[in-house]
């Protein structure tokens, strides 16, 4: 039974109830830790993705100021936090009312039976907190050899390329591993012949990833896994991007599964609260606060409402929901379940930007169009798909990173940020091969500035597929 801090008795007895009602309906989660703290708090702690051990950066002071404004002008609210860890760990706003406690704490359990049973969380640690605390004290140690500046400067180049790694790289290691152990039965090997399904998948899957390669061989998505392995790092420069590798991989699983996740806990705290956990005077404030998170406007994705009207498509099917809840990510659970008869129930549309009213509107009302646009957003967790296919090229010495183009293009100020950010640390130029509005394009970098042009018609990385 989950431990409450700071609560009053009254809140802690709810904390109770609620939790065997979620495991009498069938969810299963372990020990869940609920924390009492102010909403500046809760913003300050989701800045540092829920952690408040980790180590400091701007790039986290930026996510704190954009939350505590949205927080102060009415613009977003924070009801909880719960982070992926053994204990789970939720924090509670003091400022929510009796009402909006209760929906987080059954909330909660939705997202700790997901993240305890999803198999792309399989591959996670468990004991998060403290390998984050961990990383706090090897930054600091840094700072203290090596003087704050110069550590910090080369933190935020690791940082900057934490968006360079391959999905399903966990998760492929982590089921061979358990193939090497004779574990072949039950819902491990139900799970293995998913993503084996998955990873096999459908032509038209623009995230279908290739064969599994050792860290820092070639070619390989693992870019910062790459970086670790063969660039030229001091001791503590090696370490640093050693832990924001380990930080990308543990939070590449909430990337995959944001719709999943957030629908499922959605479903979950609806059925909880109005099977007589509130009273008849709470109904009316839980309608208008569950109604008031799912609502989406025109040309904008609610991950709340378009996981929890997929779960509820899925159950009018017959499907099995905690089967579907185990081995699925967003993509391959949209790719499942969307069909004409949902994304007509849905209002599932394509829009944009009308030219002459600057209004949005529908653009695109075919069911088939909209769901692959749907598969771009969500596949190869939402990341445009980088490859690093070359380290010598044209003998240089120098790294051909290969965008492979599923529609949408890259925003290319930022892309030559990365790959300046890259060359820095190679110590070499590098080179980007994409597409732009259909054309092709070439970026490339010495570290100081960047360069576009339009590739030759031959050679190595020219194709963007």
């Known amino acids: 039974m989950g431990r409450a801090h700071e609560l009053s008795s009254g809140l802690r007895d709810e904390v109770r109830g609620?939790?065997?009602?979620?495991?009498?309906?069938?969810?299963?989660?372990?020990?869940?830790?609920?924390?009492?703290?102010?909403?500046?708090?809760?913003?300050?702690?989701?800045?540092?993705?829920?952690?408040?051990?980790?180590?400091?950066?701007?790039?986290?002071?930026?996510?704190?100021?954009?939350?505590?404004?949205?927080?102060?002008?009415?613009?977003?609210?924070?009801?909880?936090?719960?982070?992926?860890?053994?204990?789970?760990?939720?924090?509670?706003?003091?400022?929510?009312?009796?009402?909006?406690?209760?929906?987080?704490?059954?909330?909660?359990?939705?997202?700790?039976?997901?993240?305890?049973?999803?198999?792309?969380?399989?591959?996670?640690?468990?004991?998060?907190?403290?390998?984050?605390?961990?990383?706090?004290?090897?930054?600091?140690?840094?700072?203290?050899?090596?003087?704050?500046?110069?550590?910090?400067?080369?933190?935020?180049?690791?940082?900057?390329?934490?968006?360079?790694?391959?999905?399903?790289?966990?998760?492929?290691?982590?089921?061979?591993n358990r193939r090497g152990e004779g574990l072949r039965s039950g819902a491990v090997d139900r799970a293995r012949r998913s993503l084996d399904a998955l990873m096999q998948g459908s032509e038209?899957?623009?995230?279908?990833?290739?064969?599994?390669?050792?860290?820092?061989?070639?070619?390989?998505?693992?870019?910062?896994?790459?970086?670790?392995?063969?660039?030229?790092?001091?001791?503590?420069?090696r370490e640093i991007v050693r832990l924001v590798r380990d930080e990308a991989y543990y939070f590449l699983p909430q990337r995959m599964t944001k719709i999943m996740n957030e629908g499922w806990a959605s479903l979950w705290h609806s059925r909880i609260l109005t099977g007589g956990v509130l009273g008849p005077s709470e109904i009316v404030d839980f309608a208008d606060c569950h109604s008031g998170a799912t609502a989406a406007a025109p040309g904008q994705l609610n991950p709340y409402k378009l996981g929890i009207e997929l779960w509820r498509h899925a159950e009018e099917r017959g499907l099995d929901l905690f089967r579907l809840r185990r081995v699925h990510n967003d993509a391959s659970f949209l790719d499942e379940l969307a069909d004409e008869e949902f994304a007509e129930k849905s209002s599932l549309f394509v829009y944009g930007k009308n030219s002459r009213t600057g209004r949005t509107e529908v653009v695109e009302r075919d069911w088939k169009v909209v769901k692959e646009k749907l598969l771009q957003e969500f596949s190869w967790a939402g990341l445009p798909r980088i490859e690093l296919v070359e380290d010598d090229h044209e003998g240089r010495g120098e790294l051909v990173l290969q965008h492979h183009h599923d529609g949408r293009d890259l925003e290319l100020a930022a892309a030559g940020e990365t790959l300046k950010t890259l060359a820095q640390l190679w110590k070499k130029p590098v080179h980007l091969y994409t597409q732009e509005e259909g054309a092709p394009r070439h970026l490339s970098s010495n570290g100081k500035e960047v360069r576009l042009s339009e590739p030759p018609t031959s050679g190595a990385g020219r194709e963007s597929a």
């Open 18 to 176: 609620i939790q065997e009602i979620a495991r009498a309906r069938g969810l299963d989660f372990g020990e869940i830790v609920f924390e009492m703290v102010d909403a500046r708090d809760v913003n300050a702690l989701a800045s540092y993705g829920g952690f408040p051990v980790r180590y400091p950066s701007w790039r986290f002071g930026m996510d704190y100021e954009r939350l505590d404004k949205g927080h102060k002008y009415g613009l977003s609210k924070i009801y909880e936090l719960v982070i992926n860890n053994d204990p789970a760990y939720a924090y509670l706003v003091r400022t929510n009312s009796d009402m909006e406690q209760k929906l987080v704490v059954a909330h909660v359990c939705g997202h700790a039976d997901f993240f305890k049973n999803n198999v792309w969380f399989q591959p996670t640690e468990r004991k998060m907190l403290d390998r984050m605390a961990d990383h706090a004290t090897r930054v600091r140690e840094a700072i203290d050899q090596h003087g704050q500046d110069t550590v910090e400067i080369f933190l935020d180049r690791a940082l900057a390329l934490d968006n360079l790694v391959d999905p399903f790289l966990p998760l492929r290691e982590h089921m061979q």
């Open 204 to 237: 038209r899957q623009p995230s279908a990833p290739v064969r599994p390669r050792e860290r820092g061989h070639l070619p390989t998505h693992d870019v910062l896994g790459f970086v670790l392995e063969r660039c030229e790092l001091e001791s503590w420069q």
